[in-house]
């Protein structure tokens, strides 16, 4: 099964591909007007006779830096989970780690 939230990668895995039902939700825990946490629900539809063994997914988001430097730049997390029984319903919890190979380089304002 397959699915993005991009239409030319769907176009291209049209044989394997499902539409889900997506569910997201920002939330600010202390109200500072910047989210703390994305709370994602993916429904996948699958026939009685199906099972999922394996999840891979790629998540992509934007990023931006306020202080003390103004930066925006793209992430992305990968998840993957699997199991040698039929998997029904999955929680995966976690925090996003930003991994810096070179030092930032910001110019002016």
């Not at 998540?59 to 699997?82: E, N, R």
């Amino acid at each position: 099964m397959y699915f993005s939230t991009e239409d030319v990668l769907n176009d291209l895995n049209l044989k394997y591909l499902r539409i889900p039902v997506l569910k997201s939700i920002e939330i600010d825990n202390n109200n500072d007007g910047i989210s703390d946490e994305i709370d994602f629900q993916i429904l996948m539809p699958i026939g009685s006779n199906e099972y999922i063994y394996k999840i891979n997914i790629l998540l992509f988001c934007d990023v931006k830096f306020k202080d003390p430097v103004k930066y925006t730049f793209d992430g992305i997390s990968y998840i993957s989970s699997s199991s040698s029984s039929p998997i029904g319903n999955i929680l995966i919890e976690g925090d996003i780690l930003l991994r810096q190979s070179w030092p930032l380089i910001a110019r002016g304002g």
